[in-house]
């Protein structure tokens, strides 16, 4: 990515088994805790002052973005799955991908809807 190495992603333990239940108002997802951006995203620093901090970063760059279909399971072309080539330069992935880190993430849950998410032992993360 470059020449900044960017740590593996940080999963937080929990003792949830299959078949485990979760309200919103558990917040499996950790929501409620607050996450800092990246400095290069926040109003005012790395001249992304009052723009759209996604228009700003290209304006100060000078790139030209643009957007590739991603054929997800053969169903290209009415995939939602695109990839946005040039948005963020090297570094300004790895700084986001730190950020993120520091927060972490929780295991995969599936979305049931009405609020509610359940552990499933096929999920992709341990």
């Known amino acids: 990515m470059c020449s900044k190495d960017v740590p593996a992603p940080r999963i937080h333990q929990t003792n949830w088994q299959a078949g485990d239940s979760f309200a919103e108002e558990d ?23 009052k723009l759209d901090p996604v228009e700003a970063m290209r304006l100060r760059a000078g790139r030209t973005t643009h957007a590739e279909e991603l054929d997800l399971l053969g169903r ?5 799955a695109k990839l946005v080539h040039n948005v963020f330069s090297s570094e300004e ?13 929780t295991p995969a849950l599936l979305n049931y809807g009405g609020g509610r998410q359940v552990r499933e032992h096929n999920t992709s993360s341990k």
């Open 27 to 49: 917040d499996p997802d950790r929501v409620l805790i607050p996450w800092k951006p990246a400095a290069f995203l926040l109003p005012g620093i790395g001249g992304v002052g």
């Open 76 to 80: 290209t072309p009415t995939s939602f």
């Open 93 to 105: 992935c790895a700084q986001l991908l730190t950020s993120a880190n520091e927060k972490g993430f």
